[in-house]
């Protein structure tokens, strides 16, 4: 169910104020030198829409690096799950989609009560890319640059006006409430949007196919070798992880401050050697191609036979946070290459 | 949710990032995109900077020692105290009894204090801090070359230049960022040259790999100078108009032929011809060195012959062309630059210098020492001899970084009074009388100044734990606790009269440093926009000169008794004494314990397994530790790092000294390795098992 209106952008500031008595509101900001991050907005006037991918993404607002699980202090134990509303707006369709892929992490099965605490209180309005930047690539993976539904509001810039589509009881509430504002779209306005959505997808530099990726991996034509290659430029930083907005990966620290003990989840990584440190010293992933491709795997081939998509929504975030280049799009542009290699040998062959 | 831009406060690179705030607490870190440094990278230390900031050790009250114990106090009853002892010791001893460290983790500011304290206050040149342990050679070395010790070009420049040779660094694991850069313009066809005896990560991109043996370096590069002045590389042009002094440099040079460096370093000749020409033939070719120069007893001669080389070949004062010091910490540049050395104040003005002295003691409104004071190593062995009474540490832990521990031990023991001023309870705290708790990178303003001599703002993100007070604050309160009033709004007013004071730093203000990434010095005026690389047109003396170097073997060269080579370092995940990143979860579990690197051969010769317990000794004292057996060290050298009090690799090292800057020679001593003893009960049971 969607439902669909138009805001004159005269108007989104209001709305924008009006969203925040009830919520911490949080928006792109240009901060001196250029960088655009997510914070809580002071003056709406200030909020950065021409943005890039940001890093991070919203993940952190619903997964944060670190948090603070439960206090005990003289056998009192106290949960400290974060329960404060917030309405994030400007993130992209790549992101909710990924949040989307998160929802069933956290919540399916067993329900993560931190994550669904944040979850259920925080409301994402997503815009529609009209302006991809060289590293992303969701359009060939069907994650953006638009969603055509599980968001909860999404924006379409059609010049002095958006048209706003809620899909979510709490998007369409958000609406509701100030309907006096929306107004009802026309044939022109339905026109225009699809005229956005055309534009946007051409305007992607790159076009790449992870289904045949995973076709080349799982029928065994990307050997060792090339693993090797990707592992030996590897920084070890975990950067990819950390910013990728659908890896999950933490650990769980206790620390103790006098009589009080805090828990707390931290951000951890698959990437890191003593992620499967096991007891006696023992690392069974000290190699690490083998906790590259472990990555890789994970993202192209159990994900999709787990969940059905692929664990990558094509944000490229990666690409960006990687100091050695051997993010996601790099190596699936390098391992079609293999693939196109092939088939010329095939041809020449034949 | 606010995000605070400030700079990485570990290694010398100095990423931008930003500290997630919410609710008063950090609870992440993100890389800033447009920093020209990281480019929205960081490397797993800089991702993980945030943890150690609010970890229960941190030091949140003031202590005294009372009857052997440290006691909680208040900080009137602290700083009262501590000016009284000072005092105290001043009249009995005089100036000179007190000798101070300060610290390359501290800003600008805070050690443009803690020098004006020292000198003005204290009465003394008694200041160093542990850039004497790292580029001391450098500064050295490159005064005297050149008139100037710093990176001479910048960061960004490196990813279009066409010849990357890298000597004694570590890169991809100590300054990755410099490393991603490097890495891009081996991509785009740079030809990148490494020597290092290790075979390091950044060697495994090198197109050539020069193994040569631990203390070569002086001979190596006059090799390969050799060969460019044989096969007429020289930049005559170059040479005649920007430098003196070559002819006699040119005799001694002559000495070294290939083939007789091949004798000396273990470096095919071949490869030192091919170096030579690959080097010299290309003009954006930029050199980069860091530890495995400096930390010799020739350290300032490794310097001076790298330094020859570039003149040599004319490789200096443009973009893409020039030679690098790659210093390590996020601020020892800055800690430098402000005079917290025994000889220079701020911008390296020479205490010697009556007209400068003058300056300060004008400014000072006191009367300054004239002698150039004691330098690190020097400190301890000044307190052995009964010279030196007190000492003040900010932000150093030379218990576990200063040359041959069991005689540092030794000295602290004798102190009568020691302040340490640290974030974290470390190994010196055990001898504090006094200890200070100071405040974290996230917990003040100020500035950093980076290995490329940028000048950056770091911004205050929280509120400091308990009663912990920024350092500059600490001492202002101290200063005015003895007399001398230090009043400062904030640290912009102190940066103000570094500015006054340096020339290099005239135009360095903190206003100007809010809008976008800092300004790299020389920065003279106000309008000025700071200098991406030095040396243009002229070097900062004039002419560049010559200096003549001789190829000299290391202090201690292995024996009958102690066979192998020890050379010392840091790894990838941990960070010098392992104050903050050994209170980090994930760097914690990297890297947990302690190990030796050992090559396979050796390794078999002595019946070491992989991964067993192995004491390793040398002349000064012995430690326990694991064995790691690997190619990356070459037969007849071990690597231990210098991180773990558990097995502290400084234990073993000499402190024999560069005759000319005092560095501790850490990358040679002779040391001998056994397997442990349970290990060789072991090893008899299974014997004795299998012949059962």
Known sequence: MSSEWILDKNHLSYWLRQLRKEADLIGPLRKPGGDIVFESIERIHEIFLDLPALIPGPKEFLFPQYEKLFNKRD???????IKRKRVVFGVRSCDVSAVRLLDRFFLDRFEDPFYSNRRANTLLISIVCNNPEPTCFCAGIGTGPYLREDYDIQLTDLGERYLVQAASKQGIRAIKAYSFIFSKPTRTDYDDQFEVQLSAMARFQKRISLERVRSMIITGKVRDTFWEKVATRCFECGGCVY?????????????????????????????????????????????????????????????????????CVGCGRCTIVCPAKIDMATVAIKIKALADNEEKIIEQKE | MLKVLTVCPYCGCGCGLYLHVEEGRIIGVSPSRNHPVNRGTLCIKGWNCYEFIQHPDRLRTPLIRKNGTLKEATWEEALEYTARRLQEIISLYGNDS??????????????????????????????????????????????????????TNSISEIRDARVIFVIGSNTTEQHPMIAMHMLEAVDKGATLIVADPRKTKIAEFASIHLRHRSGTDVALLMGIMNVILGERLVDREFVMRRTENLEIFENRLREFTPDRVEKLTGVPASDIRKVARVYAAEKRSMLFYAMGITQHITGVDNVKALANLVMLTGHIGLPMSGLNPLRGQNNVQGACDMGVLPNVYTGYQKVTDPKARQKFERAWRRRLPEKPGLTVVEMTEAILDGKLKAMYIMGENPLLSDPDLNQVVKAFEKLQFLIVQDIFPNETIEFADVVFPAASFAEKNGTFTNTERRVQLIRKAIPPPGDAKADWQIITELSTAMGYPMQYRDTYEIMEEIALLTPSYGGILHYRLEEGYGLQWPCPDRKHPGTPYLHRKKFARGLGTFLTVDFKLPEEMPDDNYPLILTTGRTY??????????????????????FV??????????????????????????????????????????????HFREAAANILTSAALDPEVKIPEYKVSAVKIEPEETEKILKTEIKAFRTR
């Open chain 1, 75 to 81: 056998s009192k134990v106290e949960e400290l799950s």
């Open chain 1, 243 to 311: 910013e990728c907005p659908l890896c999950t990966c933490f650990t769980v620290i206790d620390r103790v401050f006098g009589d009080e003990i805090e828990r707390a989840r931290i951000w951890d990584a698959c990437l890191f050697k003593g992620f499967t440190r096991l007891a006696g010293g023992v690392l069974p992933n000290e190699r690490m191609v083998m906790r590259t491709k472990r990555w890789y795997y994970h993202k192209l081939v159990h994900y999709p036979e787990v969940i059905g998509s692929f664990g």
């Open chain 2, 98 to 151: 007190i000798g101070v460290l300060g610290s390359a983790k501290c800003t600008n500011e805070e050690n443009y204090l803690i020098m004006k304290f020292t000198r003005a206050v204290l009465g003394t040149n008694n200041i160093d801090h542990c850039a004497r342990l790292c580029h001391s050679s450098t500064v050295g070395g490159l005064a005297a070359a050149f008139g100037s010790g710093a990176m």
């Open chain 2, 573 to 594: 995940f941990h960070y010098h004494t392992g104050t903050m990143c050994r209170r980090t979860t994930v760097l914690e579990r990297e890297e947990p314990e302690p």
């Open chain 2, 597 to 642: 690197e050992i090559n396979p051969e050796d390794a078999e010769a002595l019946e070491i397994r992989d991964r067993s317990r192995v004491k390793i000794s040398s002349r000064r004292g012995s430690i326990t530790l694991m064995a790691i057996v690997t190619e990356r060290v070459p037969k007849g050298i071990v690597f231990v790092p210098f």
